[in-house]
């Protein structure tokens, strides 16, 4: 069973910049593939960045430009750096993992079985 757990989240103001983090443990941590996925109230949860370890990193047009997804090479730790915040992002925003996700779907939220409790981003003036 793969634990993951969010942290980073917080309030910033429009233009501005949060790191989130993911901290993967436990038998099987080391997944293949991992994303973050985020929610406002009322909307279906998006994919906003995901990542085949030796692989490319995918980003939604939503996102493109101004997040990106570091991660170790240990497989354990995954990263989201968004920059040039807009009121827009503001969400929940969740780390999900899996040994294998096709490649036509990484932000199918139904690919991935792990997923991490979530960490609150409100971006506001």
């Known amino acids: 069973q793969v634990q993951l757990a969010e942290s980073g989240g917080g309030s910033v103001q429009p233009g501005g910049s949060l790191r989130l983090s993911c901290a993967a443990s436990?038998?099987?941590?080391?997944?293949?593939?991992m994303a973050w996925f985020r929610q406002a109230p009322g909307t279906e949860r998006e994919g906003g960045a995901a990542?085949?370890?030796?692989?490319?990193?995918s980003y939604a047009d939503s996102v493109k430009g101004r997040f990106t997804i570091p991660k170790d090479n240990a497989k354990t730790m995954l990263y989201l750096q968004m920059n040039r915040l807009k009121p827009e992002d503001t969400a929940m925003y969740y780390c999900?993992?899996?040994?294998?996700?096709?490649?036509?779907?990484?932000?199918?939220?139904?690919?991935?079985?792990?997923w991490g409790q979530g960490t609150q981003v409100t971006v506001s003036s």
């Open positions: 436990g038998y099987g941590a080391t997944s293949n593939y």
């Open positions: 999900a993992a899996d040994e294998w996700v096709p490649g036509d779907r990484p932000f199918g939220s139904n690919e991935y079985k792990n």
């Open positions: 990542i085949e370890w030796n692989g490319s990193p």
